[in-house]
């Protein structure tokens, strides 16, 4: 899912349906919209009129009184709906702002001439204008500043954005109006830096043996890890490690956001993504990366965030970036916020470093080491931080564990203290950071490979950015078990695992540490605010979490056996009976079920039987519950086929682009009849790339393919270069559902089209999008030249 170019024509409504923003109307300011470094900073001077910016509006959540009650419901093992997650399309259509409350905001944007953009998940607006449109449309004004604490130039509004009411009462925040506030990498490394040709510092067998990770009894398979990143990494270092190591499993993928993709040319955050990426290989080598590269501003923040729960596809973030609150734009957090209680919603785990200056997080920023800080994301209430500790093992086992005495921790001063924030040591009415933590000092540090300072090569790498990763590694490790056993994803963890933590499992499932301390706080029995509740004893942990996915005032556990995807035809019966066990004796288990197929119903005793009437797919939730009123779900997929043989057919829509950009979504100037590259026929063509510089273009359509057709997907391409030799410098890749099926390069140049032909018959009695993404470094143009495009079915 990308951010879809948005105008009222194309959100399918006329100027006489949208609703006009009252220009005239009283303009409000909207709170916390001026970076704090303007306060310490000097001005110097006007932004050029006509210089471009981006901003990204985050909107106003509906429902929020039931969001808060469904989010402490579905987060709680002891409620009846624990695990009972939401898709997004279900969140969007519960919680998101309405379809008319976005137009608005787009009219009244697009009536100072930006063009606005809007997230997959229908929570941000990217708008883009000179300094001139932005300052009319939001009530500022521009201007340089020089920021002395850091030796920093930026811009910013000098005072707080404002919008006409009736457009400021659906609006939360906007960033982007100040490029100050940049995440750094919570990254420590011993005073040597220089890199080694073999590696040490602990490696996989060590950590996982220490935290008991290789008693889990998984290794990530199935289960897919987003990492939030702001720089890019090379493969050829993380394959370096995987052999080092013995590890195999499926290569990392980079998702761009934005269009950012920093893999060509790297900078200095390169470590820290390789460090992300190479620990959660080590501790669940199978599981799928998914690496997602924003441009490290505001706008980036706020985009990946909403990108990453509108994809779906990760059911764990691991963030090891962050900016201390205090010189963090609040009505930023308040948007990226909203992002991560839409990831709660949907059953998506999110971990994030502490910080690594200790509880003073702005040491190295504007507010400076006076002030008492945490670190932002760490300190959002759906969010779980991770401190850090100095490990010492027994052999390859668990010796011992003393506080880093840098370890990011404290007390937030943006979120209030959530009500599962329970427990000895915890007080006050404020959020405390961290919830857990695990190996960061430097000195007890991992091996990593990365880039030196002048080759890669080995290095020992710590910081709470090494924790976060191994606790997003382990919770890849959980995800997998709870399917296997039937039950859901851990999803926001934080309730659970002060649950445990506050149980009589609290001594077995975690490494309590209760030595050593950061600037203002000292470890201590139970939960400190240097390393929470410790680290992790993994196979006890996830014994008690388990144990905790069933409710009911008798303690017992009820599980539901997973009966896998299904599949069945229009017009054929079904008969599938659904099992399930209970730890308590004498127990009675009746079912139920949603989202079953048209025709099919379940009984009590957990038979789903019918006929199917109607093609397509959907989700089924089957939830068992006992006398007690202990429950337990399993999910699964149920595919019904149309009984009808294929009709033929042609799918793709204005395959020649000559009815403008409908169907198509494509970046700006895709679709062109310009005279630079010639039609295969008629006009207009698709031209991705081409400008000799580095730079992402996407095109794509969704289509539907009949269940029971074959599927062959042509079109006619011509791939013009400056480049030369046989090295792969630019590509274009298409995809089916984020699936490669293909890929392209300046290598496949040729003097006029040739005809490409993919086979989609595997995605029979699916909706597929098809996305082109042509990708060119900073140097020699490849145009990606696309005509006549086809999608045959029968």
């Known amino acids: 899912m990308a951010l879809l170019p948005l105008s009222v024509a194309s959100l399918g409504i006329s100027s006489a349906q949208a609703a006009t923003p009252n220009a005239a109307a009283p303009r409000v300011a909207l709170p916390d919209t001026v970076a704090p470094a303007v306060a310490h900073s000097q001005k110097q001077g006007d932004v050029p009129a006509n210089q471009q910016l981006t901003v990204a509006v985050g909107l106003k959540l509906r429902n929020s009184a039931d969001l808060d009650a469904f989010l402490a419901q579905v987060s709680n093992p002891k409620s009846p709906q624990y695990g009972h997650y939401l898709t997004p399309q279900q969140f969007a259509d519960r919680y998101a702002p309405t379809q008319a409350d976005i137009d608005h905001v787009v009219k009244y944007l697009a009536s100072h001439g930006l063009t606005a953009t809007v997230s997959a998940n229908r929570q941000v607006i990217d708008a883009k204008g000179t300094a001139t449109q932005m300052s009319a449309a939001f009530g500022t004004h521009e201007s340089a500043y020089f920021d002395a604490h850091q030796q920093k130039k930026f811009f910013a509004n000098d005072g707080a954005a404002s919008l006409p009411a009736d457009v400021a009462s659906l609006v939360a925040g906007v960033g982007g109006l100040s490029n100050h506030t940049v995440r750094t990498p919570s990254l420590a490394k011993p005073g040597n830096a220089a890199p080694n040709a073999a590696p040490s510092g602990y490696g996989p067998g060590q950590y996982d043996g220490a935290y008991n990770l290789n008693k889990v009894g998984a290794d990530g398979t199935g289960v897919k890890v987003a990492l939030w990143e702001f720089d890019g990494y090379k493969s050829s270092n993380l394959t370096t490690y995987d052999s080092q190591y013995g590890l ?303 409710s009911g005032t008798g303690g017992n556990t009820v599980t539901v056996t997973n009966p896998g995807n299904q599949t069945g035809t229009v017009g054929t019966a079904v008969s599938l009976q659904v099992k399930g066990t209970d730890s308590a004796s004498g127990q009675t288990l009746s079912y139920s079920a949603t989202g079953l197929p048209a025709g099919l119903s379940i009984s009590s005793s957990g038979l789903i039987s019918g006929t199917p009437t109607a093609a397509g797919s959907s989700t089924v939730t089957v939830t068992a519950k006992d006398s007690t009123g202990a429950t337990a779900a399993a999910s699964f997929t149920f595919t019904v086929a149309s009984a009808s043989s294929c009709t033929p057919g042609h799918l793709i829509g204005n395959g020649g682009f000559e009815s403008g950009t409908s169907p198509w979504t494509a970046s700006s100037g895709v679709i062109t009849n310009s005279t630079g590259e010639a039609a295969h026929s008629g006009s207009y063509y698709a031209w991705l790339d081409g400008y000799g510089t580095t730079h992402t273009d996407t095109l794509s359509q969704k289509v539907t393919i009949p269940a029971n057709c074959t599927g062959t997907f042509t079109f006619w391409l011509h791939v013009d270069t400056a480049e030369t030799g046989s090295t792969a410098y630019d590509t274009l890749k298409l995809t089916a559902n984020g699936t490669q099926l293909k890929t392209w390069s300046n290598v496949d140049a040729a003097n006029g089209y040739v005809q490409q032909t993919v086979d989609l018959s595997a995605y029979a009695g699916q909706t597929v999008t098809l996305q082109f993404t042509g990708t060119e470094d900073s140097s020699n143009q490849t145009s990606f030249v696309i005509d006549d495009a086809n999608l045959n079915v029968g």
């Open 248 to 550: 195999t499993g499926p290569a990392v993928t980079t998702v761009p956001v934005d269009g950012q993709n920093y893999d060509s040319a790297p900078g200095q955050g390169q470590g820290e993504v390789e460090l992300d990426s190479e620990i959660v290989r080590g501790v669940a080598p199978k599981a799928t990366q998914l690496i997602y590269e924003a441009p490290n501003n505001d706008q980036g923040e706020i985009d990946m965030a909403a990108k990453i729960v509108a994809d779906n596809q990760a059911s764990v973030i691991s963030i090891s970036w962050g900016s201390c609150e205090p010189d963090t734009t609040a009505s930023v957090m308040t948007t990226v916020s909203n992002s991560f209680k839409q990831a709660a919603a949907q059953g998506i785990s999110a971990y994030s470093a502490s910080g690594d200056d200790g509880s003073r997080d702005c040491t190295r920023s504007t507010s400076g080491a006076g002030v008492k800080a945490v670190d932002y994301p760490a300190s959002d209430p759906y969010v779980t931080g991770v401190g850090g500790t100095n490990l010492q093992l027994s052999g390859t086992n668990y010796g011992s564990e003393s506080a880093w005495s840098t370890a990011g921790g404290g007390v937030s001063t943006q979120f209030g203290k959530p009500s599962w924030q329970t427990g000895t040591g915890i007080s006050g009415t404020m959020r405390t950071v961290p919830d857990v933590s695990s190996n960061a000092d430097p000195n007890s540090g991992f091996a990593i490979y990365t880039q030196g300072t002048s080759a890669p090569g080995w290095q020992v790498y710590g910081g709470t950015s090494a924790a976060a990763p191994l606790w997003s590694g382990y919770t890849a490790l959980f995800n997998q078990k709870a399917k296997a056993a039937g039950k859901a994803n851990l999803g926001q963890a934080n309730p659970a695992l002060y649950q445990v933590a506050n149980s009589s499992a609290y001594g077995t499932a975690f490494h309590d540490v209760t030595t050593g301390a950061n600037q203002d706080f000292s470890t201590k029995t139970g939960y400190d605010q240097v390393t929470g509740w410790g680290s992790p004893v993994a196979d006890a942990l996830t014994t008690a979490l388990l144990g905790g996915s069933g």
